[in-house]
């Protein structure tokens, strides 16, 4: 998080998979983490767009007394 930060980003969405006790997900559903993980970095559900699938976010506050840094190629 603290490399979208510096380079002004506002906010990070993710798209994490449910991890319900005692069932069984995938290696390959698993590749974009799982829910428990972005609560516990701070995200917060914002969706539920499917039944094993939800939308987290964490927004930063802006701070406009700072300019962006540019960003590296």
């Given amino acids: 998080m603290g490399f979208a930060r510096e380079r002004g980003a506002r906010a990070l969405e993710a798209y994490p998979m449910l991890a319900e006790a005692g069932k069984q997900i995938t290696w390959g559903e698993a590749h974009v983490g ?5 609560e516990e970095a701070g995200f917060t559900e ?3 767009p499917t039944l094993r699938r939800v939308v ?4 930063f506050p802006t701070d406009t007394s700072r300019p962006p840094t540019p960003r590296s190629r």
Avoid at 34 to 38: D, G, H, K
Avoid at 56 to 59: E, T, V
């Fill in 34 to 38: 799982v829910r428990q993980v972005f």
């Fill in 46 to 48: 914002v969706s539920h």
């Fill in 56 to 59: 987290m976010r964490i927004d």
